[in-house]
T-cell receptor, first 113, second 113 residues
Framework: EAGVTQSPTHLIKTRGQQATLRCSPI?????VYWYQQALGLGLQFLLWYDEGEERNRGNFPPRFSGRQFPNYSSELNVNALELEDSALYLC????????????FGQGTRLTVV | AQSVTQPDIHITVSEGASLELRCNYS??????LFWYVQSPGQGLQLLLK??????LVQGIKGFEAEFKRSQSSFNLRKPSVHWSDAAEYFCAVGDLYGNKLVFGAGTILRVKS
């Protein structure tokens, strides 16, 4: 069984640009969590998608957005990038029976210069 | 609001010594508790989880954790640490209402030979 896959592994963008990060959950899982892990700030909940809909959102500005596709893969978009958006972005695939047990991908390291 | 406290930012232990990483949580109902490990530049791997039942849970890599409701704690232990255990460890509580995991700030474990 394939795990959670994220792409790209690394991404370097200039301040003001847009970044797009992708995630494929474990086969059969319909939900995706996105977390931001910035240096010194721990893991902060960003977004939860389930069955194609945004179900919950963390305390982040609207320039953080995303979507979930019919095949349950997901995309995180960050517009108008700021230096402090530099972080490891982790995607997680929770189990269907207990939504809060989640399997994580390896992450996308976003660097804003 | 749900929260998780890991009071130790860094811990250094000698190889072969025992380990205990502390975790305290705040949650209004029966908690779902997790410990994850993260190697540098990697995603999170689930070590163990507690949902109900026996308060001493066994995980992978020889780790165990004990749930103590009276102390709101879920400390992680290992009887004999190996150099490969050096990593960052995160305690998390499952927020069933928000359907997300709330993480502690993490504890960085260093193992000295």
């Amino acid at each position: 069984e394939a795990g959670v896959t994220q792409s790209p592994t690394h991404l370097i963008k200039t301040r003001g640009q847009q970044a797009t990060l992708r995630c494929s959950p474990i086969s059969g899982h319909t939900s995706v969590y996105w977390y931001q892990q910035a240096l010194g700030l721990g893991l902060q909940f960003l977004l939860w998608y389930d069955e194609g809909e945004e179900r919950n959102r963390g305390n982040f500005p609207p320039r953080f957005s995303g979507r979930q596709f019919p095949n349950y893969s997901s995309e995180l978009n960050v517009n108008a990038l700021e230096l402090e958006d530099s972080a490891l972005y982790l995607c997680a695939s929770p189990t269907a029976s207990l939504r809060t047990e989640a399997f994580f991908g390896q992450g996308t390291r976003l660097t804003v210069v | 609001a749900q929260s998780v406290t890991q009071p130790d930012i860094h811990i250094t232990v000698s190889e072969g010594a025992s380990l205990e990483l502390r975790c305290n949580y705040s949650y209004g109902a029966t908690p779902y508790l997790f410990w994850y490990v993260q190697s540098p530049g990697q995603g999170l791997q689930l070590l163990l989880k507690y949902f109900s039942g026996d308060t001493l849970v066994q995980g992978i890599k020889g780790f165990e954790a004990e749930f103590k409701r009276s102390q709101s704690s879920f400390n992680l232990r290992k009887p004999s640490v190996h150099w490969s255990d050096a990593a960052e460890y995160f305690c998390a509580v499952g927020d069933l209402y928000g359907n997300k995991l709330v993480f502690g700030a993490g504890t960085i474990l260093r193992v000295k030979s």
